[in-house]
């Protein structure tokens, strides 16, 4: 069984003065079938339920903060079968 918790904070700056900061908690869990070659694993993406992104814009003219309603919490199934050996 492979596991993984990791953190994901994003800042991301569109323009001069512009940018978005949020951060988010992510686990998953899977297990390797068929000597490897089929990999299935659950994640949990933004496990802390922090569905929002702050915002802050500035020009000439004004300044603006706010905040913006971002994905949430949700859980993918993952499926994965490779194909090729592994040797090749």
Do not use: E
């Amino acid at each position: 069984i492979k596991t993984s918790v990791n953190d994901n904070c994003y800042l991301y700056t569109a323009g001069a003065g512009t940018n978005i900061n949020t951060c988010t908690l992510r686990a998953s869990v899977g297990y390797p079938f068929m000597k490897g070659k089929l990999k299935v694993s659950l994640s949990g993406m933004d496990l802390l339920n922090r569905s929002d992104a702050y915002t802050t814009s500035a020009t000439s003219d004004y300044f603006m903060q706010s905040w913006q309603t971002a994905f949430g919490r949700y859980f993918m199934l993952n499926i994965v079968y490779t194909f090729r050996h592994k040797g090749a």
